[in-house]
């Protein structure tokens, strides 16, 4: 297939992209980089020895959306572009909407201007809430989300429901990601969080590779095995293949959109993965135990039995990959992808 790859010089987006060339599609990549650098695609190319055509514009560009769908002739689209920091997201509300929102419209209008029927939405394990059961069941009710930045992922999923259902022969794959952590085995692309990292994996990475100080554990008091907060923390690779097979699942699908968790279905405690990151890098990683992060939950994890069942995909990596992967990458990336 010939994919619109939204958000590609992404963390998601590039080792997706990779997945999908090395599974034989063609991808063709739109990114503002205000998040990434132009350095992931050209090493996601060297990788797999293909070219991607990159084009840096904001999507919300609906004259050069409507061009590129005119010369490209695409048969999907995966649309992971989208601003994601939470905390931002409470400072900058009206940034988050306008953006998630308004480039997904933008993204729909187009495809349905060059009947475009096949769209793989990157959401989040974030529009459970705090309140849903555990493990997390996609048929959970209400979605709702503690941020405006999760907020947006429960209003585009229910507008992409919305549109599915009204556009004839529209299918619609909803993922929703657990918490993606971990690189590409060659350590040559991985995640490259620009300013000060929130979540846990790129911080735990980088105090090891010496950028940061001290790890700050964000509560020691939850009702967990040991009081940290726990996780379901997935290999991106295993999200990136999450994506080829919602994608080659979607002609198949009887209802126009369905979501499905990618999760591993087991949590894993702060103090457990940064013990896991101590045995890939090979020495202590300091740290103090804070008071708890306003907003966060316990323990979150998936029940990841609908993506097993209907798109036959599973995770295969656990945490000590991850954490060697993601070692291997910022160890021989200290400072992330090189500016140009
Ligand atoms: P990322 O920031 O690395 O990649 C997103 C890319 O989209 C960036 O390169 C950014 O510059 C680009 N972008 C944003 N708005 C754009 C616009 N209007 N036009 C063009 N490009 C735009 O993020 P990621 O970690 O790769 O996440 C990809 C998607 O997955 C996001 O939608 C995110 O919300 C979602 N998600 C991520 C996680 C995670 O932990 N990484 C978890 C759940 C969901
Ligand atoms: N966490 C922490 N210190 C940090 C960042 C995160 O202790 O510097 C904890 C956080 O409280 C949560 C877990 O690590 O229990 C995962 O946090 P992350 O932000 O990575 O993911 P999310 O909370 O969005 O699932």
């Known amino acids: 297939m010939r994919i619109l790859l939204t958000g590609g010089a992404g963390y998601i987006g590039s080792h997706t992209t990779l997945t999908l060339l090395e599974h034989g599609h063609d991808v063709v990549v739109v990114d503002d980089l205000l998040n990434s650098k132009r350095a992931a695609v050209e090493r996601v190319e060297s990788l797999s020895g293909r070219t991607v055509p990159l084009h840096v514009f904001d999507l919300r560009d609906e004259t050069r959306l409507d061009q590129l769908f005119a010369r490209e002739r695409f048969d999907a689209v995966i649309h992971c572009a989208g601003l994601k920091a939470v905390g931002d997201s409470v400072a900058r509300p009206l940034d988050y909407y306008g953006n998630n929102l308004d480039s997904t419209f933008a993204v729909l209008a187009a495809m349905a201007r060059h009947d475009v029927r096949r769209l793989v939405f990157s959401s ?48 619609v794959a909803l993922l929703r990601y657990f918490n993606p952590v971990g690189a590409h085995p060659s350590g040559r692309i991985g995640e490259d969080p620009q300013g000060v990292p929130n979540n846990l994996m790129p911080v735990i990475a980088r105090v090891a590779v010496g950028r940061l100080d001290r790890l700050q554990v964000f509560g020691a008091d939850y009702p967990t095995a040991d009081g940290t907060g726990e996780r379901d923390y997935i290999h991106v690779m295993d999200v990136a293949m999450g994506h080829l097979r919602a994608l080659e699942h979607l002609d198949a699908m009887v209802q126009p959109a369905r979501a499905f968790n990618l999760g591993t279905g087991t949590a894993t405690s702060v ?33 990841p039995a609908r993506a097993q069942q209907e798109l036959g995909w599973r995770a295969t990596r656990g945490i000590d990959e991850m954490c060697a992967d993601t070692w291997r990458w910022q160890s021989q990336n200290p400072s992330g992808y090189p500016e140009r």
């Open 271 to 303: 103090l457990q993965l940064l013990a896991a990151f101590e045995r890939a890098c090979g020495h202590p990683l300091p740290y103090d135990v804070v008071p708890r992060r306003p907003g966060d939950v316990p323990a979150n994890w998936a029940d």
């Open 124 to 171: 989040s394990a974030t529009v459970y809430g705090e309140n849903a059961p555990l493990p997390c069941q996609e048929d959970h009710r209400p979605l709702s989300a503690t941020s405006p930045y999760g907020q947006t992922k429960v209003m585009i999923e229910q507008v992409l429901t919305d549109v599915a259902s009204a556009r004839d022969g529209l299918r």
